[in-house]
């Protein structure tokens, strides 16, 4: 039986005062605009980002999918990091979706700068596509949690601008990485034509994503969720999760990093693991020391009770959440030292 599960800040389930939101929220009909609480969470999001308007949708992929169709045209270009969440975990559907091509660029744990985003931009010629878009994540999710700051985001921002390209952030995470930054949601808002922040991870509500840019994108983007099946109608109970979670649930987040930053020091002197990823939000990705094979260690966690998930042949992903409590840190630390004794011989 599981007892603490890592395998994904997606699996947290909502806490008695974050139910006692949803029994208590006003509902209407969001496909018509009229969920009171719905419209509440998108105005609440927006003017956290210093936006015009948000929309609330059932998952982050179809933000980030609706994000490039405002952005681009057929034929044109994405550029992103080969680990981006556009290319790795949404099938395909810059294609499927808006006949994209995407540029994958390489980068240090997930992370690019804008010289080389510079360098990857196509010349105008009939045979290239159209580069109009960089899509940023913040985290990186296969980077093991690293992050952008400010600094970081402002020449890629200005090289845009000067390209006349539009920059979207994939904030699955980016609140993790805020707490650590100490950067404010108002100075991020003023980089981005848009933003994919998710409700449903380390903020722990049970569903959704929103997409958070200017009034006529957002417009636009209202057409293109219905167009793929995201209208909902009373969303409100969801919504006032959300909402709960974007007013409580934040601050609390630096709680996990530094979870996770407990279990990468430990992980460091296995006798099992090769190399630990820089640990620097609830993210830690460890690599074992071959022939040694990531099911394996994974079977042994889980007969222990800890759930984790494979990341490559050899490659382990822990996840901390609100879930995890300091005695979960702790039992689980006791369980990966007691497993060097299983790989010994």
């Not at 389930?13 to 419209?39: I, R, Y």
């Not at 998710?198 to 006529?216: H, R």
């Not at 394996?296 to 966690?301: D, G, I, N, Q």
């Not at 030292?337 to 790989?343: A, F, G, P, R, V």
Request: charged content about 20%; glycine content about 8%.
């Amino acid at each position: 039986m599981i007892k603490i599960d890592l395998i994904s800040d997606t699996v947290t389930k909502p806490t008695p005062n974050m139910l006692e939101s949803m029994f208590k929220a006003e509902v209407g009909d969001d496909v018509f605009g009229e969920d009171p609480t719905v419209n509440q969470l998108q105005e609440f999001a927006a003017s956290m980002f210093g936006k015009e308007a948000a929309l609330f949708c059932p998952s982050g992929t179809m933000t980030n999918q609706i994000a490039l169709a405002i952005h681009t045209s057929r034929l044109d270009e994405v550029i992103c990091h080969e680990y981006s969440h556009i290319y790795q975990y949404e099938t395909g559907g810059y294609a499927y979706n808006s006949g994209l091509g995407i540029k994958l660029l390489h980068g240090n744990n997930g992370i690019l700068n804008a010289d080389q985003i510079e360098k990857a931009i196509n010349p105008v010629f009939d045979w290239y596509t159209n580069s109009s878009l960089v899509v940023l994540e913040n985290t990186s999710n296969k980077g093991g949690g690293s992050y952008y700051t400010i600094d970081d985001i402002r020449p890629i921002r200005a090289l845009c601008d000067a390209q006349n390209m539009k920059l979207h952030l994939d904030g699955a995470r980016v609140f993790n990485a805020l707490v650590e930054t100490g950067e404010s949601t108002q100075e991020i808002g003023q980089l981005f034509d848009s933003i994919s922040i998710c409700l449903s991870k380390g903020l722990g509500a049970p569903v959704g994503s929103l997409l958070i840019g200017d009034a006529d994108s957002i417009k636009m983007a209202r057409r293109l969720r219905k167009a793929m099946g995201g209208g909902m109608r009373q969303a409100g109970y969801l919504a006032a999760a959300g909402l709960y979670a974007l007013k409580n649930n934040i601050s609390r987040l630096k709680e996990d990093n530094d979870k996770a930053k407990k279990l990468g020091e430990v992980l460091e002197g296995l006798n099992y693991v090769q190399s630990v990823r820089p640990v620097k939000t609830n993210i830690v990705i460890f690599d074992l020391l071959t022939p040694l094979q990531a099911d394996k260690v994974l079977a042994k966690l889980k007969e222990k009770g800890v759930n984790a998930s494979p990341f490559g042949p050899s490659t382990i992903r822990f996840v901390t959440h609100l879930e995890i409590t300091d005695s979960m840190i702790l039992e689980t630390i006791s369980i990966l030292k007691s497993l060097e004794n299983e790989w010994e011989s």
